[in-house]
């Protein structure tokens, strides 16, 4: 049976906010507020737009650079987050690499604690997986 991927663990990202020096607690809540949004695969405008935009500058630093942006998902669910990726790198009309279907394929004969860590990044396993993929998607941009 298909075993779903993990969602990335919180608890990483309320450290960092517990750990920002000088923030305002005001600006704190606001971000704890987004991650709440991003976690509950909700209200993708509250964070879409800003994930377009980081993304959109990403690209044009690079363009400026001769660099080729390339956007991947990530190998676990977060549904509109995914989404949001796909419709920018569509727009951009930059390759997408779909590490999450990737993984959902892996997961069917491999257990999770093979390509996820204990915090829910990759392990070195899952590591190669993703370089394989994003090796293979950007082999064409070399040969140019």
């Known amino acids: 049976g298909m075993v779903a991927a993990p969602i990335m663990k919180r608890e990483p990202f309320d450290r960092a906010l517990a750990g920002l020096v000088g923030a305002s607690p005001a600006a704190c809540r606001t971000f704890a507020a987004v991650l709440d949004e991003v976690y509950a695969d909700k209200d993708a405008e509250t964070w879409g737009g800003v994930l377009r935009d980081h993304l959109t500058a990403m690209r044009e630093v690079a363009r400026q650079r001769g660099v080729q942006l390339v956007i991947l998902s990530y190998p676990f669910h977060q549904a509109l987050v995914e989404q949001r990726q796909r419709e920018v790198a569509q727009s951009l009309g930059v390759p997408f690499v779909a590490i999450r279907e990737r993984f ?25 997986i993703m370089a394989a993929m994003v090796a293979q998607a950007i082999a064409p941009l070399l040969r140019r």
């Open 104 to 128: 959902d394929v892996e997961l069917q004969n491999r257990a999770a604690q093979e390509l996820f860590v204990a915090d829910g990044h990759c392990s070195d396993a899952g590591y190669a």
